[in-house]
């Protein structure tokens, strides 16, 4: 686990991005139990207290999954979620609605609205969870395992422990977290700077070139010579994991 490099001596705090999930709750001892459930699962948590809150904060920063009660001030639930529904930014981000009525009625129009599940209060934090990993493992596979594999590339998120086949491999933190992102992702193609600010955090200057001397290390660890190469570099625009190398 050394490193020459002076990035990732000085960044040793930067943690790959972990999902956001946005919470739209008005009771605020909800809020700051779900919260506090979110982080521990490693989760980045969003507060809004209404539903103008709620389509503010989705508006600047994406979130990955949106807890979304039902009966908000200012803008019901169900209107921040059709409005979510309109945005291409938000289409796709999942919704979990929380409801206090059990109508039948009530919840069918939630899924109608474009909730993809619903959760009645009061409800087990524990249930909750498990809605939410069952969510997060349909869009991002790669976050909810412990173990990984793409290709003969597992890694072991408990164990931090990477593979090729059989053979382990030994990377610096830096080219740990790389990979980690890539396998979060496959096939996606990341800038340079995309990298930089999912890898080495955002708002941290570091020269873009930074990131070819990391795949550099990446590459020299992973790859045997005369091994396929995991990861493509796509002229002018960054690099990506190599759908072809999975099979
Ligand atoms: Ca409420």
């Known amino acids: 686990m050394t490193s020459t490099d002076s990035s990732t001596t000085t960044l040793r705090q930067a943690t790959p991005k972990r999902p956001l999930i946005l919470i739209a ?13 979110l982080e521990k699962e490693g989760y980045r948590a969003l507060e809004a207290r209404d539903g103008d809150e709620a389509l503010m904060l989705a508006n600047e920063d994406t979130p990955d999954l949106v807890i979304l009660d039902w009966m908000l001030p200012r803008v019901s639930g169900i209107e921040v979620c059709r409005r979510l529904r309109g945005r291409v930014e938000t289409r796709n981000v999942p919704i979990i609605m929380l409801t206090a009525r059990g109508e039948e009625t009530d919840r069918v129009r939630g899924l109608d609205t474009g909730a993809d599940d619903y959760i009645t209060k009061p409800f087990s934090m524990t249930e909750l969870l498990a809605r939410i990993r069952a969510v997060m493992r349909r869009i991002r596979p790669a976050f909810a395992e412990d173990v990984v594999a793409f290709g003969d590339v597992t890694i072991d998120r408990t164990a931090h422990r990477v593979k090729r086949g059989n053979k382990d491999i030994h990377l610096g933190p830096t080219e740990y977290r790389l990979l980690d992102h890539f396998m979060q992702h496959p096939g996606r193609v990341f800038s340079r700077e995309q990298l930089l600010d999912a890898v080495w955090g955002s708002g941290v200057y ?14 020299k660890a992973l790859n045997e010579p005369g091994q396929p190469d995991p990861i493509r570099t796509v002229r002018s625009a960054g690099y990506a994991l190599d759908e072809s190398f999975r099979n």
Request: hydrophobic share 35%; charged share 35%; net charge negative.
């Open 25 to 37: 709750e008005d009771e605020a001892p909800l809020t700051t139990l779900l919260r506090y459930n």
């Open 206 to 219: 570091v020269d873009a070139r930074t990131v070819d001397v990391h795949i550099g290390r990446l590459r």
